[in-house]
């Protein structure tokens, strides 16, 4: 017998972060929550001498199940069976998507997805706004968020609310929606509750809608909700996000914060971001971040959250004042 069928999916989990090494790992380990960092940090610890064939076991299980992921989200289930079962037979495909099925459902409106923005937007548009906003959690941002330009602006301040405000769904209504939408469900829905929306699925969607369409949406949340558009407008754009500016933008930002709350920030980014700021920095204030950072020591973590949101916070000052531009997902623009 294989030692891989003799692996629970945690410590699966923790010879696949062993194989991938601390710097890559360190990236997994910021998506997942307290309680599975525990957990998989405890297998870890547990775990003596790994062979090399049980990690290259574990390292193509989780190749093919990506892979089965990937061409489930692109084709649905149907396709990714036909296609896997072309490369590595019926049987290994089978195994392969009960693996992947078992820990994840199909979203529904799966059909959905697939169909043009502009097709959806006619036949959604004159629908209530929570129908909108359960139909625009699950869809791709992209999509959403070409739908959400496209309503009227009281519309898309409504339909902003519902989605960052929404917690979990019945199947029944899933069901009801899509029996609108003369959609059938991609699969059968066997929890309570589907999860969907909420402010992350939100923020998605207004990182790649046109600046226009974000500030009419804001103006209007400042106005109504004041707390959730200040939720929102913090995970919109993170201090590691600040390797998408331009060397103009990142060198007008450096110019407003304090060294020291560089120094700070930098404590728990990774080296790409500490390149961006590096390049656009002299060589003397470079090696006197540098310094500073050397001779800071250890550091709370709430410390170096709140140095990169005084940050984030100047960033947002600086494009509100016109004086730097973020590009997003719906237009072309430029450092001014």
Do not use: W
Not at 127 to 150: G, K
Not at 157 to 183: C, F, G, N, Q, Y
Not at 229 to 240: A, G, L, P, T
Not at 261 to 273: N, W
């Amino acid at each position: 017998m294989s030692e891989l069928t003799e692996l629970s999916g945690k410590q699966k989990a923790a010879v696949l972060l062993i194989s991938l090494g601390p710097e890559k790992s360190a990236k997994i380990f910021k998506h997942l929550d307290n309680e599975q960092i525990e957990e998989i940090t405890l297998e870890i610890a547990n775990m003596q001498k790994i062979s090399t064939e049980l990690k290259n076991e574990v390292l193509d299980e989780f190749y093919h199940l990506l892979e089965a992921n990937d061409y489930i989200s692109s084709g649905g289930i149907k396709y990714a069976r036909q296609i896997l079962t072309k490369a590595m037979g019926e049987k290994e495909a089978d195994n392969i998507l009960n693996r992947l099925t078992a820990n994840l459902q199909v979203r529904p409106f799966d059909n959905i997805r697939k169909a043009d923005p502009e097709q959806l937007l006619n036949f959604i548009q004159g629908e209530h706004p929570q129908t909108i906003a359960l139909i625009l959690s699950y869809i791709q941002p992209s999509q959403a968020s070409q739908i959400l330009s496209s309503l009227s602006e009281e519309v898309q301040s409504d339909v902003t609310k519902r989605i960052a405000l929404m917690d979990r769904t019945s199947p029944e209504i899933i069901k009801d929606v899509e029996a609108v939408l003369e959609k059938k469900l991609s699969s059968v829905i066997t929890n309570e509750y589907a999860s969907a929306g909420g402010i992350d699925s939100i923020v998605d969607i207004l990182n790649q809608v046109d600046r226009g369409t974000e500030k009419n949406i804001f103006d209007q949340l400042d106005e109504k909700d004041p707390d959730l558009s200040e939720d929102i407008k913090k995970k919109m754009f993170v201090f590691e996000d600040i390797v998408l500016l331009s060397d103009q933008a990142v060198q007008l930002v450096l110019r407003e914060v304090e060294t020291h709350d560089v120094a700070l920030a930098l404590k728990t980014s990774g080296e790409e971001v500490e390149e961006v700021i590096s390049n656009n920095m002299s060589d003397r204030a470079t090696e006197m971040l540098k310094e500073d950072m050397e001779y800071m020591g250890p550091v709370r973590i709430r410390e170096v959250e709140d140095a990169q949101q005084r940050i984030v916070n100047v960033i947002r000052q600086l494009e509100e004042s016109g004086e730097i531009v973020i590009a997003r997902g719906g237009e072309s623009e430029l450092v001014v």
